[in-house]
């Protein structure tokens, strides 16, 4: 009897899990294997995010900082080379991310759902294209790892931060 009552509850959740459209996944991670382990997972509490610090030199993308909502991320990387700062206007978000690796990032291409594309860093490397797997999920969080430069990065998808009370998104 305990086993039916098992199955019946395994079956119950399989079917009500089967009905829940998925939302959420991951893409990544470019670069190489160096570097302290980064993830700002808990960013995405703030809000969606609304800007982007990024920091580049000759040959890579050396740091980068993300501002969720109104709130700005951890700096992740290293201090050296010129910094850019770009903001998203109102219900803006980015839905895609270009790119070029070796051992490190060298060249990252912010795409958002308004047509607007913000490039950093220089085209040299392996590409990628990082796109969400799921259709009106958008950029919610990075994670990767960095030291003087970014190592790698990775990117996680899922659908908008509409209960965030403050970001007016």
Known sequence: ???ITLLALLCATLCVNAGTPRSSSYSGEYGGGRGKRFS?????????????????????????????GTTWSGYQGGRLG??????????????QVQGKYSNYVRKLVFITNKGRQFPFGKDYGT??????????????????????????I????????????HCNQ
């Open 1 to 3: 009897m305990a086993y």
């Open 82 to 95: 010129d910094l850019e700062e770009v903001f998203l206007h109102p219900g803006e978000h980015i839905i």
């Open 154 to 165: 990775g990117f996680h998808w899922d659908k908008p931060n509409s209960g965030c009370v």
């Open 127 to 152: 590409s990628f294209n990082a796109a969400p797997l799921y259709p009106g999920s958008v950029l919610r969080y990075v994670s990767g790892s960095s030291g003087t430069v970014i190592d790698a």
């Open 40 to 68: 700002q997972s808990g960013n995405q509490l703030d809000g969606p995010v609304t800007a982007l610090r990024i920091r580049v030199n000759r040959q890579y993308v050396t740091g980068f900082q993300v501002r969720y």
